[in-house]
């Protein structure tokens, strides 16, 4: 068997933690997987893993051998870098690792441009919400958007501001009214992404906080905007997120006159000496593109009354209570539409 290749699947093999998902990764059947590394313990007479029905682990061996593993397939790596770079062209597949927000339209033209671009190229990308070690799990690059600092050893090339903006949709306005200062949030049900539990505004003389009444939380940016929409509560999302045409006259922004705290999109890849051809020219032409597109504009809030008499937002409405089972499945709202006048709420700020 080749040595390289039973080195890369014993590297892929640790990395991933299974034989089943290093197998599927490197396109193998996983009893082959399992040849190239058995074939590996035998030319060195030494266990390198420690096999149960449940889980592997690295002997003392099997961790010496994968830490020399590692470094000896990146300087290989590198090296074929450096002569594929001779040729211009760059090559081979490209993984990157994305929040999920980011699946948008804007995306997906830029991805289409690409592979017309550079068709030698096949991009990896996957949308997660968590931060991956892009290191330890082998991918290429990140796009990661941030207000903190990045952790040592990587390299973070900064794309552009990401406009945030409160939202909620047209419904829950009309029935909770809409919030008209900063310090009206705490009056109103909120969904947050991560651990958050209060608003965060820059103010004039500097950052502003209003607790927030959680009432949702998820992992996803998506899946926030998803349940904003439904009516559940307000929610921080990206401009480029409400500005998609599935949220076209479901979500609207609030409070645009009190902006949050901006992160900043960031193109984060490891501290190579010699930066791939792939990598290098994905993420000139990411520079590039963002660029030549305008960056999003916060919207102007409009008035969830007026809203609510456009055919575009009826319609919306219509839908969400068509599927609302305490309607029959009845349209309720009809021409001429008036909307109600939205409930004044006057409570104290629960806990």
Not at 111 to 139: K, S
Not at 212 to 235: F, P, Q
């Amino acid at each position: 068997m080749d040595t390289v290749v039973s080195m890369k699947v014993f590297r892929e093999v640790v990395e991933r933690g299974s034989f089943v998902a290093a197998a599927a990764r490197l396109d193998l059947s996983t009893a082959m997987a399992s040849k190239h590394v058995m074939n590996i313990e035998q030319r060195l007479g030494a266990r390198l893993l420690n096999r149960s029905s449940r889980s592997l682990s690295l002997t003392e061996p099997g961790r010496i051998y994968f830490e020399h593993c590692k470094t000896i397939l990146e300087e290989l790596e590198q090296a074929e870098s450096a002569i594929g770079s001779l040729g211009g062209a760059p090559r081979g597949t490209l993984r990157v690792t994305c929040p999920s927000w980011m699946t948008t339209r804007r995306m997906a033209e830029f991805l289409a441009a690409h592979r017309g671009r550079y068709p030698d190229v096949v991009i990896d990308v996957t949308f997660e919400d968590r931060i991956a070690d892009i290191v330890e799990e082998g991918y290429d690059l990140a796009l990661r958007s941030t207000v903190e600092s990045l952790p040592d050893g990587l390299i973070a090339r900064p794309l552009r501001a990401v406009p945030l903006v409160i939202a909620a949709s047209t419904k829950y306005l009309l029935r909770r009214g809409t919030p008209k200062l900063p310090r009206d949030l705490a009056q109103h049900d909120s969904v947050m992404v991560g651990s958050g539990h209060t608003w965060r505004f820059m103010g004039p003389t500097g950052s502003i906080e209003v607790p927030a009444h959680v009432v949702l939380r998820l992992s996803s940016t998506s899946a926030a905007a998803h349940a904003v929409s439904t009516g559940i509560g307000v929610a921080a999302l990206p401009v480029t997120v409400i500005e998609d045409p599935q949220f076209s006259g479901v979500l609207q922004p609030i409070l645009t006159d009190h902006p949050l705290r901006y992160p900043t999109l960031f193109a984060v890849y490891g501290g190579r000496k010699l930066l791939s051809p792939k990598i290098r020219t994905f993420i000139d032409h990411l520079i590039e593109y963002v660029a030549e597109v305008p960056a999003p504009r916060t919207p102007e809030a409009r008035n969830p009354e007026a809203l609510s008499n456009s055919g575009q937002v009826r319609s919306a409405i219509n839908a969400e209570l068509k599927t609302d089972g305490r309607n029959n499945g009845k349209l309720l709202i009809r021409e001429p539409f008036t909307a109600r006048a939205p409930v004044s709420h006057t409570a104290s700020p629960r806990e």
